[in-house]
């Protein structure tokens, strides 16, 4: 499956070396989501090989993130005095796009407010959002992945809920469970694929032609 979503990526580069002049900037918004999307995919496989389920779940969130972001395109061009070109001019001279009012809506362009805009999309994003969020930011996710086993509370502690515990400070997973490993994959491959239709869509409608041959992405 990554081997496919490789080809489409191959493929909707191609498409956008056709685009015309006066979607310059959006062109380099899609070029960046691409590389991203890539990248990402790369890290994943990495990551899944080595056993680090702590880095699979980030990936997750970052691949979500460029899906979420990505449809700002669209959002743009719903949006009063405003436009897909613009939004990525603005983007590509260093403007966040948590800092755009998109589609009308009074609150701004948040992460929070971008995934509920995509969750139409998939039932599972909101949910995956969640579990994958707390491993961005430092959170219990992490405490809780150090901690491999627990015994009887100590009773030369003060603390009663204290309990001795084995740890591991390795990145590597040291009771790795296959399935869980699975599903990361399984999800991570699902935005990929939802991203790469939404960016052969979009450069479909801005008009570009059909490509001639697929240039290779290198490793």
């Known amino acids: 499956m990554y081997d496919r979503v490789k080809t489409d990526l191959e493929q909707i580069f191609a498409s956008t070396l056709s685009l015309p002049d006066h979607t310059v900037y959006e062109r380099h918004f899609i070029w960046g989501a691409m590389r991203r999307t890539h990248s990402l995919s790369l890290a994943m496989r990495q990551s899944i090989e080595a056993k680090n389920g702590q880095m699979t779940a980030t990936l997750i969130r970052l691949n979500l993130d460029t899906l979420a972001r990505f449809y700002a395109l669209y959002w743009a061009d719903e949006t009063p005095e405003l436009t897909s070109e613009m939004l990525s001019k603005e983007v590509f001279n260093g403007r966040s ?123």
């Open 97 to 219: 796009i948590k800092d755009f009012k998109l589609r009308g809506a009074k609150e701004k362009a948040t992460d929070r407010w971008l995934i509920e805009q995509i969750t139409g999309l998939a039932d599972w994003i909101p949910k995956v959002y969640k579990n994958a969020s707390g491993a961005i930011h430092f959170s219990e996710f992490h405490i809780h992945q150090v901690i491999l086993s627990q015994s009887q509370t100590d009773k030369n502690t003060q603390n009663s809920e204290f309990q001795i515990a084995q740890v591991s400070m390795s990145p590597i997973d040291q009771n790795p469970n296959f399935s869980d490993y699975q599903n990361a994959n399984t999800a991570f491959l699902h935005i990929s694929m939802m991203l790469a239709g939404a960016m052969k869509h979009r450069v479909e409608q801005l008009g570009a032609q059909p490509f001639l041959g697929v240039p290779p992405i290198q490793p």
